[in-house]
């Protein structure tokens, strides 16, 4: 019986689901992740609905060279952008540490980039504003946070995790991952911008290396 509605449940996801590539979907929110969501990333506004968000999962190569799989929600907008993006950076082994919901960080930005998660959707203000962020409207997507942080204009860097990345300079920087520090001629930034995405990283007052938006 167990097997059975197991079974059954799959098949509702697989029939929801649109799939560019094997294990590269995106769907609408199911109850499931609206309940999850609800009250932690997701609040009720007047900007965005559950309507508006896309459910994703993608598969990626972490820092070991293994295959995870990894999950976002971004605006149904960019949701087929975000499947063909990370499908290309799969092909190209490009290493993430990892992609999971910001709502496991309790949607505590500071502690998702501290813990390296890649993600997208978090209904909040940009840092010290009233302002909407991106993210707010799943409008964006932060790649390898700690490898690649956020310098304001007063060069205060975040996340703290992540000092030693403020230097760009591949040759001069000391972190372990210092190699796949998102630069203006990476791949991944070539990537993102096919798709229409802006780099945080060509900011011209702050920077923001990790973060892509449109």
Not at 5 to 16: F, G, P, R
Not at 53 to 69: C, I, S, T
Request: proline share 2%.
């Amino acid at each position: 019986m167990i097997g059975m509605l197991v079974s059954l449940l799959h098949m509702d996801y697989a029939a929801q689901a649109k799939v560019y590539k094997d294990g590269f979907t995106y769907q609408k929110l199911t109850g499931q992740i609206k309940k999850k969501i609800k009250g932690v990333s997701f609040h009720k506004n007047s900007y965005i609905t559950y309507d508006d968000l896309r459910y994703v999962r993608v598969k990626y190569y972490n820092f070991n060279g293994e295959v995870r799989n990894g999950e976002l929600i971004v605006n149904k907008k960019i949701a087929k952008k975000t499947v063909q993006i990370f499908y290309e950076l799969f092909q190209i082994k490009y290493p993430i540490q990892r992609i999971r919901l910001i709502d496991e960080y309790n949607a505590d930005d500071e502690k998702s980039m501290e813990a390296n998660n890649t993600s997208s959707f978090n209904f909040r203000t940009v840092a010290g504003t009233n302002r909407l962020s991106k993210h707010a409207l799943g409008l964006a997507i932060d790649i390898n946070p700690r490898i690649n942080p956020y310098i304001n204009s007063k060069g205060i860097l975040s996340p703290e995790n992540g000092k030693a990345y403020r230097v760009r300079d591949v040759k001069k920087c000391k972190g372990k991952y210092a190699r796949y520090m998102i630069q203006k001629n990476s791949r991944i930034t070539k990537i993102f911008k096919k798709y229409g995405f802006r780099w945080g990283g060509d900011w011209k007052y702050s920077k923001d290396y990790q973060h892509f938006e449109i």
